[in-house]
């Protein structure tokens, strides 16, 4: 999949190399709602390293309803699920362990920490939706919940080697991965199952922040 966008890795790197002064990416961190009618390279800044997600420029749709992409996590390091809202086993469970995972985090760390959830379910996880499980579960401004096309979703679990298949009865069977990215949207540690390997991931996310 990282080979297949390469061409638009490409794209976005000469384009950020002819806008010169305009693509700051700190201009995209201060608000990055504020950048939507942007061109692409002068939201994200300078391209993206050949291992980062974040060459994925697919648009998803965060809880409030604003168009948003992966690239606006750059600069944090990042916990990342993909999960759905009415699952009713896996997914609260994974979603337990970020928030145990967030605690066990050094303080310096856990303040930098974004935490996000993307969804398989294109057709019933909406914003509202997501929205909703943002209140139920207590998850504050750290915590980033997306929905997207069906091609973004199929596209980031590619990605992160994540296996979802959607039943009969409507709910998913997925594969329960853990994602840590580091600041430039690198994967630098996968918890794989839904048992124990929380200190390594906090000692990961730890030496991927430094
Ligand atoms: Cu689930």
Redesign the pocket.
């Known amino acids: 999949m990282i080979t297949r966008l390469a061409p638009l890795f490409l794209l976005t790197a000469s384009f950020a190399l002819g806008a010169g002064a305009a693509a700051q990416p700190t201009a995209a961190a201060a608000c990055p709602h504020c950048q939507e009618t942007t061109a692409p390279a002068a939201k994200t800044g300078a391209a993206f390293s050949k291992e980062s997600i974040y060459q994925l420029d697919a648009r998803f749709t965060d809880d409030s309803g604003h168009a948003f992409t992966l690239g606006e996590l750059r600069g944090r390091p990042v916990v990342l699920t993909m ?2 809202a009415s ?1 009713g ?3 609260p469970l994974q979603v337990t362990d970020m928030q145990a995972l967030r605690a066990q985090l050094p303080a310096g760390v856990r303040e930098r920490t974004t935490f996000v959830l993307v969804s398989f379910d294109v057709v019933h996880d909406t914003s509202a939706v997501l929205a909703q499980y943002r209140a139920q579960r207590s998850l504050d401004g750290q915590w980033t919940l997306l929905h997207g096309t069906d091609d973004a979703v199929r596209e980031l679990a590619a990605l992160l080697g994540v296996k979802y298949k959607q039943e009969a009865d409507g709910m ?1 069977s ?1 594969s329960n991965v853990l994602t840590l990215l580091n600041p430039q949207g690198e994967i630098v540690h996968q918890r794989i199952g839904l048992k124990g390997g929380l200190d390594e991931a906090a000692a990961a996310l730890a030496a991927a922040a430094r």
Request: a neutral charge; charged letters at 0%; hydrophobic letters at 50%.
């Open positions: 999960f759905f699952c086993y896996a997914c998913f997925h």
